[in-house]
């Protein structure tokens, strides 16, 4: 083989490769596109199940429940309005029976 022949070869192999790694990288984006959201929706599952988030949790409608307690009509009215948007998805994870009901009170369902 000459030089200018394994020059030419070496330089189409190197394209070649970049064009590979670039189709290669497009079917990741494809991949990571359809499957990221489905991982990340598990992630999120778990860590809402987790004991510490679940225990934050309570602890947080508790202390709300206190200053709800200790409240005039209008700091009761804000403190509703900061459960309503805060715990729009919380049910099970309460385990006081009194808080339950106060969030139920609260949320209006």
């Known amino acids: ?5 394994i ?12 064009i590979v ?6 079917f990741g ?3 990571f596109k359809f ?18 988030y679940q225990h934050g949790i309570q602890q947080d409608l508790g202390k ?3 200053e709800y307690q200790r409240a005039d009509e209008s700091g009761k009215a804000v403190i509703k309005a ?17 808080l339950r009901a106060f969030l139920k009170e609260t949320r209006g369902y």
């Open 29 to 31: 984006l494809g991949w």
């Open 82 to 98: 900061t459960i309503q948007i805060r715990f729009a998805e919380v049910d099970a994870q309460i385990t006081s029976p009194q």
């Open 64 to 66: 709300y429940y206190n």
């Open 35 to 52: 499957f990221g959201p489905k991982t990340e929706n598990i992630k999120r599952q778990i860590f809402e199940n987790t004991k510490s």
């Open 21 to 26: 790694m670039f189709v290669l990288g497009l």
């Open 7 to 18: 020059i030419w070869l070496s330089i189409g192999g190197f394209f070649l490769a970049l």
């Open 1 to 5: 083989m000459t030089t200018k022949k």
